[in-house]
T-cell receptor, first 112, second 115 residues
Framework: SQQGEEDPQALSIQEGENATMNCSYK?????LQWYRQNSGRGLVHLIL?????REKHSGRLRVTLDTSKKSSSLLITASRAADTASYFC????????????FGQGTRLTINP | NAGVMQNPRHLVRRRGQEARLRCSPM?????VYWYRQLPEEGLKFMVY????????ESGMPKERFSAEFPKEGPSILRIQQVVRGDSAAYFC?????????????FGPGTRLLVL
């Protein structure tokens, strides 16, 4: 499997519910980032969490990082129809490399 | 403060033609990255450039693909003699510094279709 692999691949929930997406990676990292991509559009940066951080919040978003398990989760609370998008986690490639390694993404659908 | 700009947004080429994709980084950013996204997949790193230098081209195909970031003007991703397999969305990102701790901000992408 690839560095930065998301789970589940697709998630469909009702508006107002919480959505949780997970990401696993293989190598040691300096940081992990979450991005959102609306269909046919570019990527929007959501949150960057550093390897020495365990949790970070931004509005309705909550990101956790467990470096011992090499995993991260993105929680969206009180989901809205506008949250419908694909969500990607991306890690640096380690060893000082600047490139980002992306997973396949989770396609989130919020049903009204 | 304009974000990362890419043009064209859509590009159609016939097999064998050349494709030129342009990227202007965010103001104040001197580090540019190119990624390719195939349908229903995540982004794959291609190349990382600073002004007038290619720093990491480990994701670039060995043939037909080249990239530059001149002292003046946008970064250019050039694909020669395009083939159908080159059809994809190409995204450019920029950052203020080259540290792995820096956020990369993405442009809207160029969707290349090879007929």
């Amino acid at each position: 499997s690839q560095q930065g692999e998301e789970d589940p691949q697709a998630l469909s929930i009702q508006e107002g519910e919480n959505a949780t997406m997970n990401c696993s990676y293989k190598t040691s990292i300096n940081n992990l980032q979450w991005y959102r991509q609306n269909s046919g559009r570019g990527l929007v940066h959501l949150i960057l969490i550093r390897s020495n951080e365990r949790e970070k919040h931004s509005g309705r978003l909550r990101v956790t990082l467990d470096t011992s398990k090499k995993s991260s989760s993105l929680l969206i609370t009180a989901s809205r129809a506008a949250d419908t998008a694909s969500y990607f986690c991306a890690t640096d490639a380690g060893q000082g490399a600047q490139k980002l390694v992306f997973g396949q993404g989770t396609r989130l659908t919020i049903n009204p | 403060n304009a974000g990362v700009m890419q043009n064209p947004r859509h590009l159609v080429r016939r097999r064998g033609q050349e494709a030129r994709l342009r990227c202007s980084p965010m103001k104040g950013h001197s580090h540019v990255y190119w990624y390719r996204q195939l349908p229903e997949e995540g982004l794959k790193f291609m190349v990382y450039l600073q002004k007038e230098n290619i720093i990491d081209e480990s994701g670039m195909p060995k043939e037909r693909f080249s990239a530059e970031f001149p002292k003046e003007g946008p970064s250019i991703l050039r694909i020669q003699q395009v083939v159908r397999g080159d059809s994809a969305a190409y995204f450019c990102a920029s950052s203020a510094a080259g540290s792995p701790l820096e956020t990369q901000y993405f442009g809207p992408g160029t969707r290349l279709l090879v007929l």
